[in-house]
């Protein structure tokens, strides 16, 4: 079973950033690929992006290409999401999760979520 926490969500103005992290427990973290979603207000859950267990490949929805950035520290068994350049469209609630394999599995199968953060992006 892996434990997952998120945090490091808020409110900020629009085109600034903020930098979500997804702490985990668990023994075998490091070889697991982690994965970002979010859920704004009255729509579907969508993917935002993913990282392999090595961080040898990543993954983003075109609607944030350029400008957030997940990367890893396995030494911390954390996961982050660099979000620069924030739009309120990206308003939603942000989650972390893993489908508990190495490498980047669709978005259907994430198996393991945590809890949310949520990050608000004003006008």
């Known amino acids: 079973q892996v434990q997952l926490v998120e945090s490091g969500g808020g409110l900020v103005q629009a085109g600034g950033s903020l930098r979500l992290s997804c702490a985990a427990s668990g023994r075998t973290f490091r070889r697991y690929a982690m994965g970002w979603f979010r859920q704004a207000p009255g729509k579907e859950r969508e993917f935002v992006a993913a990282?392999?267990?090595?961080?040898?490949?990543?993954d983003y929805a075109d609607s944030v290409k350029g400008r957030f950035t997940i990367s890893r520290d396995n030494g911390k068994n954390t996961v982050y999401l660099q979000m620069n350049s924030l739009k309120p469209e990206d308003t939603a609630v942000y989650y972390c999760?893993?489908?508990?394999?190495?490498?980047?599995?669709?978005?259907?199968?994430?198996?393991?979520w945590g809890q949310g953060t949520q990050v608000t992006v004003s006008s």
């Open positions: 999760a893993t489908p508990r394999t190495a490498t980047i599995p669709s978005p259907l199968e994430y198996q393991y």
């Open positions: 990282i392999s267990y090595s961080s040898s490949n990543t």
